[in-house]
């Protein structure tokens, strides 16, 4: 069973701070990742995608992607109130058709005034 | 913007009942998922599809059935609720790949949450 692991939060950092979100995933050969945000009682929404090891940048979102390490990340920076929500890691299965994407449980993310 | 529509947004069905979950995208997506959100479990994947009357198993298909004899529409079948089945419900659709085959996101729908009494 592969496997993607999210601590579960909350994470609760002050406005303005860099909010850092992890995640790590068993399937060495994964090639494609991606971070949803899910507000409460919401659907996910993509908000990132990153398929080679380094930073990706995008705004006040960057994910960085470390393949030996099986690690994937997301960095918010001046996080925002509207930032509080809960963050799903996803990563696409290497083996079988139809872009099959295994998710994290997710972590809460709270932005405090 | 892709648009992934999901009929409900809430139901309460009893116990029996046969229950039919429809949702429709707009972009022209060769795949299509259907998770249900649990609070402490995440997204689990019940059923995908990635062509028209193609359809497999997720990591969770028992009680459930699948039908994509369209491409735009695919609907979750609950042949039996059970009170175990109340969840959130999620229709997800995707394109095949962009450039270099790399995978596109999802676009999820909005959500149906269902009630089984």
């Known amino acids: 069973q592969k496997e993607v692991e999210q601590n579960s939060g909350p994470l609760s950092v002050p406005e303005g701070a860099i909010a850092s979100l992890n995640c790590t995933y068993s399937d060495r050969g994964s090639q494609s990742f991606f971070w949803y945000r899910q507000y409460s009682g919401k659907s996910p929404e993509l908000i990132m995608s990153i398929y080679s090891n380094g930073d990706k940048e995008d705004g006040r979102f960057t994910a960085q992607l470390n393949k030996a390490s099986q690690y994937v990340s997301l960095l918010i920076r001046d996080s925002q109130p509207s930032d509080s929500a809960t963050y799903l890691c996803a990563v696409r299965e290497l083996t079988g058709g139809g872009n099959k994407l295994t998710f994290g449980t997710g972590t809460q993310l709270k932005v405090e005034l | 913007d892709v648009k992934v529509t999901q009929s409900s947004r809430y139901l309460v069905k009893r116990t029996g009942e046969k229950v039919f979950l429809e949702c429709v995208q707009d972009?022209?997506?060769?795949?299509m998922f259907w998770y249900r959100q649990d609070p402490g479990l995440g997204l689990r994947l019940i059923y995908f599809s990635y062509d028209v009357k193609m359809k497999e198993k997720g990591d969770i298909p028992e009680g459930y059935s699948v039908s994509r004899e369209k491409k735009e529409r695919f609907s979750l079948i609950l042949e039996s609720a059970s009170t175990n089945q109340t969840s959130m419900y999620l229709c997800a659709s995707s394109g095949r790949g962009g450039d270099g085959g790399r995978p596109y996101g999802y676009t999820f729908g909005s959500g149906t949450r269902l009630t089984v009494v």
């Open positions: 972009m022209d997506h060769e795949n």
